[in-house]
């Protein structure tokens, strides 16, 4: 929707200089909008959607690791366990995550151990002062942008496959996260709530739009970044939440976090992602933008077509993805 969203803003807004995207995930709108031009705030209630936002929208060079003996990903890439001081008893995710200690098969053990050393190391670097804070969040994006690519998932955690799928058989490989120019931006890692008054030209909000919450289906990234040993729980393995359980995924609660958002916000423009097929119908969702924009400001954009792919083929015909695009009274 990338070209959608810059054509949204282009037709509707003059003088935006501060951008917000305030439901960042892996923070591909907000990297994209900093390339633009803007300066960008970005957030997100998942820890490791923080880590991605660090690395893509506030970093403008690759980090310093001249303290380090060597490339960081070089070297994390050939971590093997006999050559590290690591304990079995350290690796969580080769404990709980791998047939090497449970029954789950998410990773092939050879991986899930690789992602325990690279993880405990880049903690270890960072602890010892060899890396700063940019390059911490640097390489803990390379990995969690590599872990999806042997994990024996169908495309979220919630569940893992029953078969090894061919793609888990490759060794986990690190390589250099994207670094994205521009104005100076900003990541946080806040309820969206928390967000509200902090100034801003425009307000992009891609909220969740159906009742499946983001942390069940994230859950293995959200503990690979946080590195916690959280007490999990279940088939899956999933660590416990409350902090991280969206009104927008609640239908008792999603009009009034939607007309919280609008009417809470400091931003002149507003521009809303969402379905026809939303929690919230789209009747309600028109009905709460008009109650808060200037006389003929809003537009409501709608694409018949989803263009991201997963396994799973698309067949719901009627589905429109949707842009709600206001100018606040
Ligand atoms: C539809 S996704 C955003 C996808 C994003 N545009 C991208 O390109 O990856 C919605 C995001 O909202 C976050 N989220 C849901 N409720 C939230 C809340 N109350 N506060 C902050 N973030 C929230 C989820 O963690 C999830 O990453």
């Given at each position: 929707?990338?070209?959608?969203?810059?054509?949204?803003?282009?037709?509707?807004?003059?003088?935006?200089?501060?951008?917000?995207?305030?439901?960042?995930?892996?923070?591909?709108?907000?990297?994209?909008?900093?390339?633009?031009?803007?300066?960008?705030?970005?957030?997100?209630?998942?820890?490791?959607?923080?880590?991605?936002?660090?690395?893509?929208?506030?970093?403008?060079?690759?980090?310093?690791?001249?303290?380090?003996?060597?490339?960081?990903?070089?070297?994390?890439?050939?971590?093997?366990?006999?050559?590290?001081?690591?304990?079995?008893?350290?690796?969580?995710?080769?404990?709980?995550?791998?047939?090497?200690?449970?029954?789950?098969?998410?990773?092939?053990?050879?991986n899930a151990m690789k992602i325990d050393l690279i993880r405990l190391t880049i903690e270890?670097?960072?602890?010892?002062?060899?890396i700063d804070e940019k390059g911490y969040y640097y390489l803990l994006t390379s990995l969690?942008?590599?872990?999806?690519y042997v994990a024996n998932i169908a495309g979220v955690y919630a569940a893992y496959l029953?078969?090894?799928?061919?793609?888990?058989?490759?060794?986990?490989?690190?390589?250099?996260?994207?670094?994205?120019?521009?104005?100076?931006?900003?990541?946080?890692?806040?309820?969206?709530?928390?967000?509200?008054?902090?100034?801003?030209?425009?307000?992009?909000?891609?909220?969740?739009?159906?009742?499946?919450?983001?942390?069940?289906?994230?859950?293995?990234?959200?503990?690979?970044?946080?590195?916690?040993?959280?007490?999990?729980?279940?088939?899956?393995?999933?660590?416990?939440?409350?902090?991280?359980?969206?009104?927008?995924?609640?239908?008792?609660?999603?009009?009034?976090?939607?007309?919280?958002?609008?009417?809470?916000?400091?931003?002149?423009?507003?521009?809303?992602?969402?379905?026809?097929?939303?929690?919230?119908?789209?009747?309600?969702?028109?009905?709460?933008?008009?109650?808060?924009?200037?006389?003929?400001?809003?537009?409501?954009?709608?694409?018949?077509?989803?263009?991201?792919?997963?396994?799973?083929?698309?067949?719901?015909?009627?589905?429109?993805?949707?842009?709600?695009?206001?100018?606040?009274?």
């Amino acid at each position: 929707m990338l070209d959608e969203i810059d054509a949204a803003i282009g037709a509707g807004t003059e003088n935006v200089q501060t951008v917000m995207d305030i439901f960042a995930g892996t923070s591909v709108v907000a990297s994209h909008l900093k390339t633009a031009g803007y300066q960008v705030l970005s957030n997100d209630f998942l820890y490791f959607s923080y880590v991605l936002q660090k690395c893509h929208v506030e970093l403008d060079a690759k980090p310093d690791f001249s303290e380090l003996p060597g490339d960081p990903i070089a070297i994390l890439n050939d971590l093997d366990f006999k050559n590290t001081h690591y304990t079995e008893e350290q690796c969580f995710i080769y404990r709980n995550y791998s047939p090497a200690g449970s029954a789950r098969m998410f990773f092939r053990p050879e991986n899930a151990m690789k992602i325990d050393l690279i993880r405990l190391t880049i903690e270890e670097w960072f602890e010892k002062a060899l890396i700063d804070e940019k390059g911490y969040y640097y390489l803990l994006t390379s990995l969690l942008e590599a872990v999806p690519y042997v994990a024996n998932i169908a495309g979220v955690y919630a569940a893992y496959l029953k078969f090894w799928d061919r793609r888990t058989y490759k060794p986990l490989v690190l390589e250099e996260p994207a670094i994205y120019e521009g104005a100076r931006s900003r990541a946080f890692w806040r309820n969206y709530t928390d967000m509200l008054s902090v100034e801003c030209d425009l307000l992009y909000a891609d909220p969740p739009y159906n009742s499946r919450e983001y942390l069940p289906n994230y859950h293995i990234l959200e503990t690979i970044a946080r590195y916690d040993y959280p007490k999990i729980y279940g088939v899956t393995g999933m660590r416990e939440y409350d902090e991280q359980k969206s009104d927008f995924c609640k239908k008792a609660k999603v009009a009034a976090a939607f007309e919280k958002l609008i009417s809470g916000c400091r931003a002149r423009y507003l521009l809303i992602s969402y379905n026809n097929e939303g929690l919230l119908p789209t009747e309600e969702l028109v009905r709460i933008c008009e109650k808060y924009a200037a006389p003929n400001t809003f537009r409501l954009y709608e694409y018949e077509y989803r263009r991201y792919k997963n396994k799973i083929p698309n067949n719901r015909k009627g589905l429109k993805e949707q842009l709600y695009f206001l100018e606040r009274s």
